[in-house]
């Protein structure tokens, strides 16, 4: 059963989903607000993939390239999110 259409305020039609819409499909639900620099949201689904309990990183963890993945993967995200430089010593005394 076809949801009923939402009013045109709690939706948006762009680009590449617009001729869908011209053929009145819509979300079932407003779609979520998402975040400008899409970063952000790549980051988040890398470190779900390599989180403990994600079942991809176990299936790549039984290949025979399992750690170039991993290591790929890592790499990817420290260049959209640089990990925090750790300073051992301090660069001077105060």
Not at 29 to 37: G, I, S, Y
Not at 38 to 50: E, G, H, I, K
């Amino acid at each position: 059963m076809p949801s009923e259409p939402l009013p045109q305020q709690h939706w948006r039609c762009t680009a590449p989903w617009r001729s869908a819409c011209t053929y009145g499909l819509r979300p079932a639900e407003p779609l979520p607000e998402f975040p400008t620099d899409p970063r952000a949201l790549t980051v988040d689904a890398l470190d779900q993939v390599l989180a403990v309990s994600s079942e991809l990183t176990e299936l790549w963890d039984e290949a025979a390239n399992g750690s170039k993945w991993r290591h790929d993967i890592t790499r990817l995200r420290n260049v959209l999110a640089p990990p925090a430089l750790r300073q051992m010593e301090p660069l001077f005394d105060m």
